[in-house]
């Protein structure tokens, strides 16, 4: 299982958007915060989410102790099971 | 969270040393229209070394103010040998990373976009042109460093803070400071000790009404 999760503010928004576009990632609400989770990794491209780096680099509020981000970079952000 | 009372009012004064009290001047009254709101002229008393000075304030706004501290008869090597990097205050050789060097600034706030580009082209009319302008996460902020090599920031709100920003600011808070109370704190620690909390707390989390 891998779980992020991104506070909802009006800058992550899309971050969230761009993650359920993955039939294979389920996108819910725990309070103030999407959680994005799913069987196997979740990879979100920067450009589709449309986010200028400041917002990119600082949009993941936490990972799940069974995950791990792998890749957090100017092209997508990657986190998967581990 | 804590429980105490809020009681203080933002900024009286935050003082710097300068060893050019006119550049200092022309960069914050003449350049930026800060107006010079108090000044204390001392003789130097208490310990014997102590020089005569000038401390000298300017209005940053809000009625929170900029000092500076102008010692008679000193010059920078007061304070050390010249040094690669840094201000007139602190100074650092070349080896240590630019991130550290430029950590300590003052920011001072604007009500908007309007105002922000008009500190710029006061600025940019000036010797200490804006070195950078800057889109962060939720705040736009301009650059430049003063006279005395101290950085000055000036930034407006993009947006208001929102109540679930101040929630995360102390999940934040809470998860590095048991981060740091282990052995080798990291980004990934805070993180997987961060979903911890959001998972305990964030689900029962009620922003507080206006």
């Not at chain 2, 800060?34 to 008393?45: E, K, L, M, N, Y």
């Not at chain 2, 934040?172 to 305990?200: H, M, N, Q, W, Y």
């Amino acid at each position: 299982m891998t779980t992020l999760y991104v506070l909802d503010i009006p800058e992550n928004t899309a971050v969230a958007k761009v993650a359920a576009e993955d039939a294979a990632v389920t996108v819910g609400q725990i309070g103030p915060y999407f959680e994005i989770s799913a069987a196997g990794p979740i990879v979100i491209d920067r450009r589709a989410t449309g986010c200028r780096h400041a917002v990119w680099y600082s949009c993941v509020a936490g990972v799940a102790r069974d995950s791990r981000i792998t890749q957090h970079d100017k092209n997508a952000l990657r986190v998967e099971p581990g | 969270m804590s429980d105490l009372d809020h009681r203080v009012r933002g900024v009286d004064h935050v003082a710097f040393p300068t060893f050019d009290p006119a550049a200092t001047v022309r960069f914050y009254r003449d350049v930026l229209g800060f107006p010079v709101v108090h000044s204390i002229c001392a003789a130097g008393w208490g310990p014997a070394d102590h020089p005569d000075f000038i401390h000298f304030f300017f209005d940053i706004g809000n009625d929170d103010r900029i000092a500076f501290f102008y010692y008679f008869g000193t010059t920078p090597e007061v304070g050390g040998g010249p040094g690669a990097k840094g201000d007139v205050y602190a100074r650092f050789d070349a080896a240590v990373p630019d991130y550290f060097v430029g950590s300590r600034h003052l920011a001072i706030h604007v009500d908007d976009e309007d105002d922000l580009l008009e500190y710029r082209r006061r600025l940019d009319a000036s010797n200490w042109p804006v070195e950078m302008q800057v889109k962060h996460e939720t705040i736009e902020s301009i650059y430049t460093h003063d006279p005395n090599g101290y950085m000055v920031e000036l930034t407006r709100a993009m947006r208001p803070v929102t109540p679930q920003e101040d929630l995360d600011a102390n999940l934040t808070i809470d998860a590095l400071l048991d981060v740091v109370a282990e052995p080798d704190p990291s980004f990934g620690k805070l993180l997987a000790r961060k979903a911890e909390l959001i998972v305990a707390r964030a689900a029962g989390w009620a922003p507080v009404a206006p």
